[in-house]
């Protein structure tokens, strides 16, 4: 199996001739792996840990024109676990959600210019959870001097991303959920959600507000027409409860017309209930798209090692559109029952759904020249010649130290900081 695999994905550089005069690189070659190169610092903590204005690698958007620039996504910032229930502790309350443009440079990634994401005023977004009514996700904000944070109704979670023909930028999140067009410079042009309450007044379906809180639509892509804007939610959501879908399987899938507003959803299957989810998704074709799913686990440490971190390739061709057209707060029931109740495959087979299909192109964790050493594998774009790229989630270089603040962010098998970096892997 393993050399079959191997035979169909080669995980080594790829040379390709740039069809561009403004490139000025012929041939490009990508290189098996990139890394951010020296990430200013946002801020040290009391007790000396830095955390760095890293935290691009929620996701990978390719420039069409250029095979050498990326745009990589931080999200909503550092942060970590508070000392209540649903409390977290923000490291930089007035930390602005960002796009980073890196150039690849000698196998290096070089930042060339920060997009800061805006309001449709030109005010800057952060990273606060929403006020209720406009995508509160239940979490209570503190800083690290214990003061309670007031909500937000700029707070974005940023997470999927994509680049458009016409330069704009459109991005998912983890809060409402959020879809949010900006402009090149990152002024918000419309803000989409089941609320009603971002600009241009249109809607997604009412069922994405029980989405699970920090695990809302974490992947976002285009259709190659770039017309219709396909959102993955990273975990079964809590539809209608988190008891009622302790054992639920089922994420969902929306389609998004960009011109007309009309959504379509498809049920898919993730692998088992231990995996994180989907962390991102990037389109082949009109109907055909590359998932990676992932455990929460550091690749090659010594002990509790991540045993999952995969790539599938879905087709939503032939399966059922979920939607309900009374748009009720639980979407469409079947036998009583909402889809993220039927729990698996035999449920929905059961209840006569065909989820999309789904086969697996790519192990991160077996198919790689090297280790791959880190624990988000978050961003996912398709490049020309079948070449995958994959963006990681560094977290600012820190994480939770257990004691409600930041600790360095080591990886076991590095013994290094968490850097973001992106793999280039050839898929056939």
Not at 18 to 29: A, E, L, Q
Not at 210 to 224: K, Q, V
Not at 274 to 282: A, E, F, Q, R
């Amino acid at each position: 199996m393993k050399k079959q695999l191997l035979g169909l994905i080669a995980a080594s550089a790829v040379v390709l001739s740039s069809c561009h005069d403004d490139n000025k690189i012929s041939p490009f070659s990508y290189p098996d792996m990139a890394e951010a190169q020296n990430p200013a610092v946002l801020f040290t903590t009391a007790g000396g840990v830095k955390v760095y204005n890293g935290g691009f690698g929620s996701a990978v958007a390719a420039d069409p024109n250029h095979k050498d620039i990326f745009y990589l996504l931080t999200d909503r910032g550092s942060n970590v676990a508070g000392q209540t229930a649903n409390s977290i502790i923000i490291g930089k309350p007035d930390f602005d959600p960002q796009i980073g443009k890196f150039r690849l440079i000698d196998g290096k990634l070089i930042l060339e210019q920060t997009i800061e994401l805006k309001n449709a005023s030109g005010a800057k977004l952060n990273g606060l959870p929403n006020p209720a009514g406009m995508g509160a996700s239940g979490e209570v904000p503190f800083d690290l001097n214990g003061n309670k944070l007031s909500a937000s109704a700029d707070g974005i979670d940023s997470e999927g991303l994509v680049l458009a023909a016409d330069g704009s930028f459109w991005i998912s999140d983890e809060y409402g959920p959020h879809i949010v067009h900006f402009d090149a410079n990152g002024k918000t042009i419309e803000r989409i959600n089941p609320y009603g309450t971002g600009t241009g007044g249109r809607k997604i379906p009412a069922v994405f507000a029980t989405r699970r809180a920090n695990r809302g639509m974490e992947g976002l892509a285009i259709t190659p027409d770039g017309k219709t804007l396909v959102g993955m939610m990273q975990s079964p959501m809590y539809n209608p409860s988190k008891a009622k879908v302790a054992n639920s399987t089922i994420l969902r899938i929306l389609t998004f017309d960009i011109a007309s507003g009309a959504t379509k959803q498809y049920a898919y299957v993730m692998d088992n209930i231990t995996l994180t989810g989907v962390s991102d998704i990037t389109a082949v074709n009109a109907t055909t798209f590359l998932t990676i799913e992932r455990d929460g686990n550091f690749g090659g440490a010594p002990t509790n090692p991540a045993t999952f971190k995969k790539v599938f390739k879905i087709d939503i061709s032939n399966a059922t559109d979920i939607s309900d057209a009374a748009n009720s707060d639980n979407g469409k029931l079947y036998g009583g029952k909402t889809v993220e109740e039927l729990n698996d495959a035999a449920g929905l087979q059961t209840a006569g759904i065909t989820p999309v299909s789904k086969t697996q192109v790519l192990d991160l964790l077996k198919d790689l020249p090297t280790i791959y050493p880190h624990d988000k594998a978050e961003g996912l774009a398709l490049l020309p010649g079948n070449v995958l790229a994959i963006s990681n989630d560094d977290d600012f270089g820190v994480i939770d130290d257990g004691k409600n603040g930041f600790a360095a962010k080591i990886l076991p098998a590095t013994n290094s900081v968490d850097r973001n970096r992106i793999y280039f892997v050839k898929l056939k």
